[in-house]
């Protein structure tokens, strides 16, 4: 199945077709009223940790070593995802951040990891949970 995920910035218009807009950042966006969001969710635990944020935005490390210990994070705690992927099965899912440049964003690296997990899981599902019952055929006598 196809997913649509839409990445946008907060401060962008909200649209009738964004579908579901959920802000994924840590921090409420300077500025903005909460009704002027039009918003679905404020998701804070989808975001990069607080620890990995604050390293990244002082520079103390690259954004190559941020997008390696992201994606760890997330790895690290699958379940982070289940609400947004709720979301991405109903229709159309828009990720917001307040970030000026969307693709230097953790945005990006959300939407592919969201995008792998509902593959994963949709994959899973084409499995048989189990083997085939034969319960209900009569057994068959042995011969003499």
Request: a positive charge.
């Amino acid at each position: 199945m196809a997913y649509d995920i839409v990445l946008k910035r907060v401060y962008a218009e909200p649209l009738p077709e964004d579908g579901a807009r959920v802000l994924v950042d840590r921090l409420w966006p300077r500025g903005k009223p909460q009704e002027s969001l039009a918003l679905t969710d404020w998701y804070r635990e989808a975001s990069p940790s607080p620890t990995l944020r604050r390293q990244y935005h002082q520079g103390e490390i690259s954004s190559g070593v941020y997008a390696v210990r992201y994606r760890g994070e997330l790895r690290d705690a699958p379940q982070r995802l289940i609400p947004l992927m709720r979301h991405a099965r109903r229709g159309r899912l828009t990720l917001l951040t307040a970030a000026r440049h969307i693709e230097d964003s953790h945005l990006p690296l959300l939407r592919d990891a969201l995008l792998k997990a509902l593959r994963d899981e949709d994959a899973a599902d084409r499995e048989p949970a189990s083997p085939p019952c034969y319960g209900h055929l009569p057994l068959a006598r042995p011969r003499r």
